[in-house]
């Protein structure tokens, strides 16, 4: 009976190893679909016209559109930082 029990534990071990990879795997092809990329490059670009020394408005738009259109927002903001760093802070 202990057999039993020890071996139906290593299948749930790689079942629940297999849910997990096939879980990241589409978390990864959700952010990486061809339309969010065009969005990262163009978050990237935008994200370097502002107003004056201090705001950059553009980039703010477009989080606020990800935020309410349920688009994975956080390479977005991640896009925004990179970019606006080299900008800022000197």
């Keep these: 009976m202990f057999q039993n029990i020890s071996g139906q534990v290593d299948t749930d ?38 107003l004056g020394q201090t705001m950059a408005p553009f980039a703010l738009a477009i989080f606020a559109a990800c935020c309410s259109n349920k688009i994975p927002a956080g390479i977005v903001y991640i896009m925004t930082l990179l970019r606006n760093r080299n900008r800022f802070w000197k």
């Design 13 to 50: 071990d790689k079942k629940e190893e297999n849910y997990i990879k096939d879980k990241l795997e589409y978390i990864i092809r959700k952010l990486f679909t061809k339309q969010n990329i065009i969005l990262y490059i163009l978050t990237f670009m935008i994200s370097k016209v502002t």
